[in-house]
């Protein structure tokens, strides 16, 4: 499956963005779907994902009750709805698939897409 990341961009504390992951080769929902971030000079951690399924998860500690993910199995396509910014979100945020259940670690990821930018000012 290839994985293309989009929607990233330049916005203010406060704004929304909503990030698009959108899947090519493969129908997306045979797949773990997960949203990871990286700051300068941090390592990639994990956002969100949605399972199979269709169950998701959040890292409840940075983003949950700000941050949902979703998926149209017409479009083949995860989302990442991103609300109330904050300038510690900013980040590349990438897009990933997996085989497995439920994984939080980007090594238990199989397949990535290139990262989206996205800047929070304050």
């Known amino acids: 499956v290839q994985l293309q990341a989009s929607g990233g961009g330049l916005v203010q504390s406060g704004d929304s963005l909503r990030l698009t992951c959108a899947a090519s080769?493969?129908?997306?929902?045979?797949?773990?779907v997960g949203w990871f971030r990286q700051a300068p000079g941090k390592e990639r951690e994990f956002v969100a994902s949605?399972?199979?399924?269709?169950?998701?998860?959040l890292d409840a500690d940075s983003v949950k009750g700000r941050f949902t993910i979703s998926r149209d199995n017409a479009k083949n396509t995860v989302y990442l709805q991103m609300n109330s910014l904050k300038p510690e979100d900013t980040a590349v945020y990438f897009c990933?698939?997996?085989?497995?259940?439920?994984?939080?670690?980007?090594?238990?990821?199989?397949?990535w897409g290139q990262g989206t930018e996205v800047t929070v000012s304050s």
């Open positions: 990933a698939a997996g085989r497995r259940a439920l994984a939080t670690m980007p090594d238990q990821y199989d397949y």
């Open positions: 949605i399972s199979r399924g269709g169950g998701t998860a």
């Open positions: 080769g493969r129908t997306i929902r045979e797949f773990l």
